[in-house]
Nanobody, 117 residues
C-alpha cells in the first residue's frame, strides 16, 4: 500500500526557511512516470500547487513561489523535500505531498505549518 507522509517543524518564525520532507513507502520515487507534488491549503482558501519533482528528478515550481522555493530528493531514503525561504504569516497552511501516476493520485495526510513570531 502506497503511503506518503509529510514531516515538518509545525511552527516557523517569519523570515526563516521552512523545510518539509515527504517520505514515500510502498513504491519507489524513481518509478517511471511517477510525479510528486507539494500542495498547500491556507486557512479558508483553496488548494495551491507549489511545485513538483518527477521520477527523473526534474523540478517545476509555481511562478508565484518560484523565487522562494526549491525541491530535491533523496532516492536512498525514498524522500523528497521542499524548502520555502523568507516565510511570512501568509505561508501559514496545511502542506500536502502527493503523487500522480496513471494509477491515480495518492495524498499524504498533510501537516500544519504556522508562521508566527
Amino acid at each position: 500500500q502506497v503511503q506518503l507522509q509529510e514531516s515538518g517543524p509545525g511552527l516557523v518564525k517569519p523570515s526563516q526557511t521552512l523545510s518539509l520532507t515527504c517520505t514515500v513507502s510502498g513504491e519507489t520515487i524513481t518509478t517511471n512516470y511517477y510525479y510528486y507534488y507539494w500542495i498547500r491549503q491556507p486557512p479558508g482558501k483553496g488548494l495551491e500547487w507549489m511545485g513538483s519533482i518527477t521520477y527523473s528528478g526534474n523540478t517545476e515550481y509555481s511562478p508565484s513561489l518560484k523565487s522562494r522555493t526549491s525541491s530535491s530528493r533523496d532516492t536512498s531514503k525514498n524522500q523528497f523535500t521542499l524548502q520555502l525561504n523568507s516565510v511570512t504569516p501568509e505561508d501559514t497552511a496545511v502542506y500536502y505531498c502527493a503523487r500522480r501516476s496513471s494509477e491515480g493520485w495518492v495524498w499524504g495526510q498533510g501537516t500544519q505549518v504556522t508562521v508566527s513570531s
